[in-house]
């Protein structure tokens, strides 16, 4: 039974999920976390005075104290720093690592059986540092990455095709980066392919969009980054794990010869249940796709650097 889930971070993603969390699962317990003194304690006081709405019982909690996050069955990490316009990747990492270095320690400290989702950018390298830095099994730590990624493309397809979006099938893996798969042969309309409804061009300028999407969303928000969409990312993914559903989602994932790749953590699709990762599903990739998915193991060498 799923019974706690904690989010560290209180940033816009954190308190927006904590909200999720508190409105549509009823769990027994949400602890938010996050080191600015009352930040917390302040966003799960409003979270709290919605309760009347929701006939909710649910027990949230905000503290600056990681042994708020005891005998938690999932732990969010949202902490860190967004990334600025005009930033780089590495000036990011550099500035992250150190964070996600601290809170796996805290982790291992409080919530050992936890199973941890990671959010915090650049995506595939943070996941990574919490892997080893946790050492916990790797179905038990995975990234929220491609399935936000996937989640745009099906928006974007729609706003392209006006198909519903229920009845797209679309997903996108690899890294959580412009470098993303974005492959039209992943994309379908009720079993049809997707260049029945979209000549080259316009499939081309559906891959560059959902490729760009985040920082084209950064370019209008200047000091902010998006929120809704990775917010509700990830909370469909901690409600497949409580309701046990065995849900095929692309998430970044620990890889251990999948894919021909080793150590390093890239999106692929996966069954999600109340184990976290049941199995890494090993697609048949085109040429195309194989070399771009090459592009991953140049990640350690950034990820040996900080």
Do not use: W
């Amino acid at each position: 039974m799923l019974n706690k889930v904690s989010v560290i971070g209180a940033g816009a993603v954190g308190s927006t999920l904590a909200f999720h969390l508190f409105s549509r699962l009823p769990l027994r317990e949400i602890a938010i976390v996050d080191i600015a003194t009352g930040l917390a304690k302040g966003v799960s006081l409003d979270i709290e005075d919605t309760r009347a709405f929701f006939d909710s019982s649910t027990q949230i909690t905000g503290a600056d104290d990681f042994c708020a996050i005891a005998n938690s069955d999932i732990v969010v990490v949202t902490a860190g720093i967004t990334r600025k316009e005009g930033m780089s990747r590495q000036d990011l990492l550099k500035i992250n690592a150190k964070i996600a270095k601290d809170v796996s320690a805290h982790i291992k400290k409080h919530a050992a059986q936890a199973i941890v989702i990671v959010v915090t950018n650049p995506l595939d390298l943070i996941t990574y540092i919490f892997a080893r830095e946790t050492g916990f099994e790797r179905n038990r730590v995975f990234g929220m990455g491609s399935s936000l990624d996937s989640a745009r493309l099906l928006n974007i397809l729609h706003q392209e095709t006006k198909i519903s979006t229920s009845a797209l099938e679309a997903f996108v893996f690899g890294l959580h980066s412009n470098d993303m798969i974005v492959s039209s042969e992943r994309m379908h309309a009720k079993g049809e392919a997707i260049n029945k409804f979209l000549n080259k061009e316009e499939i081309k300028k559906v891959q560059a969009r959902t490729a760009l999407r985040g920082g084209e969303i950064i370019s209008f928000l200047k000091n902010k980054s998006a929120s809704f969409a990775p917010s509700f990312s990830i909370f469909r993914l901690i409600s497949t794990i409580y309701e046990d559903k065995n849900e095929i989602i692309p998430v970044c994932a620990l890889l251990k010869g999948e894919y021909g790749l080793n150590d390093l953590c890239v999106g692929v699709p996966c069954f999600i249940n109340r184990k976290g990762i049941e199995r890494i599903i090993e697609i048949e990739l085109k040429e195309e796709e194989k070399e771009k998915l090459k592009k991953a193991v140049e990640l350690i060498k950034e990820i040996n650097n900080v």
